[in-house]
């Protein structure tokens, strides 16, 4: 990546901190990061932090940063896919960058193997769950299984290990033997190493939501976000124009 790039990162802690997966995926990648302070994993803690997302890529485009990614995937779907996409136009219009989401990752990369008939596992609880099963049958994907550990605290998916996330993945995959891809959904959760053993395991690609959005981030500003050994997302070479 050119020296002189750096990517803005809004982010749903309450301090200006950049996701550690972020910076062992990427280390010599300059990031810089926003806090928007998500309070919970339910839609009443999302509410102020959603407000602050756009305040904060201003703040960013301010920095001098080449594009914005906006961590956090309940954060960006809990609304609908009709209010992000409406939040894309914003961001695109505020800070005349090239912008994405957590969420719009997670769409991309999936699609990006075709897969349109998938298994989801989540950090979430029921309520923020079907917020996105809504979000991505809205997006054109069939959700043939569902699972959920059933969190609430805005720190807890950092208490699961990969094998808790690899275990719940495959309860997932086993609930829906017709998938062609696994999601993997909330940026708290630990997930650098849980794709390739899944995808070895059970055959189809892992798109998991931090993975994605760094990936995503890279080809914003023209890379190819290529990480070997990290599952099969990570491990393409091809570059993606500069939007």
């Known amino acids: 990546m050119r020296k002189d790039r750096t990517i803005g990162l ?5 301090s200006d901190t950049v996701p550690e997966e972020g910076l062992q995926m990427y280390p010599g990648v300059r990031f810089v990061a926003r806090g928007v302070g998500v309070r919970s994993l339910t839609p009443t ?8 997302i756009l305040p ?14 906006v961590i956090g995937t309940s954060l960006t779907f809990y609304r609908g896919a009709d209010a992000h996409e409406e939040l894309m136009a914003k961001l695109r219009a505020a800070t005349g960058l090239p912008v ?39 997006k054109g994907f069939e959700v043939l299984a ?8 805005f720190g807890e998916p950092d208490t699961k290990s990969e ?28 997930t650098l190493g849980v794709a390739q053993p899944l995808e070895q395991r059970h055959g189809i690609p892992v798109v ?34 500069v939007h």
């Open 10 to 14: 809004v982010v749903p802690f309450a």
């Open 45 to 52: 803690g999302y509410d102020s932090a959603w407000e602050g």
């Open 56 to 69: 904060a890529a201003e703040y960013l485009a301010g920095r001098g940063v080449d594009a914005v990614m």
């Open 100 to 138: 994405s989401t957590m969420s719009q990752a997670v769409v991309d990369g999936l699609r990006g193997f075709g897969a349109r008939r998938i298994a989801v596992a989540t950090a979430y609880a029921d309520e923020v769950n079907d917020r996105l099963q809504a979000f991505l049958i809205a």
């Open 146 to 153: 569902l699972e959920g550990f059933g969190l609430f605290g």
């Open 163 to 190: 094998a808790d996330i690899i275990a719940l993945g495959s309860k997932a995959c086993a609930a829906a033997p017709a998938a062609d891809g696994l999601l993997i959904s909330c940026g708290g959760l630990r």
């Open 208 to 241: 998991a939501s931090t993975q994605a959005a760094f990936w995503a981030a890279l080809r914003l500003v023209g890379e190819s976000g290529r990480v070997a050994g990290r599952g099969r997302l990570l491990e393409q070479s091809t570059a993606a124009p």
